[in-house]
């Protein structure tokens, strides 16, 4: 898990609140216009995959 959390570009895994503050974000009603997108919450570990 130590290995993993220092290959994340951001040096943490992601935790419950990241998560919560990102779904918070999208139903927020000034993002109505986003619509089916995929929002990846991994601190940019899908960049060194």
Same mark, same amino acid.
Request: proline share 4%; charged share 25%; glycine share 10%.
């Given at each position: 898990? !130590? $290995? +993993?959390?220092? *290959?994340?570009?951001?040096? #943490?895994?992601?935790?419950?609140?990241?998560? !919560? $503050? +990102?779904?918070? *974000?999208?139903?927020?009603? #000034?993002?109505?216009?986003?619509?089916?997108?995929?929002?990846?919450?991994?601190?940019?570990?899908?960049?060194?995959?």
């Amino acid at each position: 898990l !130590a $290995k +993993a959390k220092e *290959a994340n570009p951001s040096g #943490r895994s992601t935790t419950p609140e990241d998560v !919560a $503050k +990102a779904i918070a *974000a999208l139903v927020d009603e #000034r993002l109505y216009w986003l619509t089916g997108n995929v929002l990846g919450v991994d601190g940019g570990e899908d960049l060194t995959a």
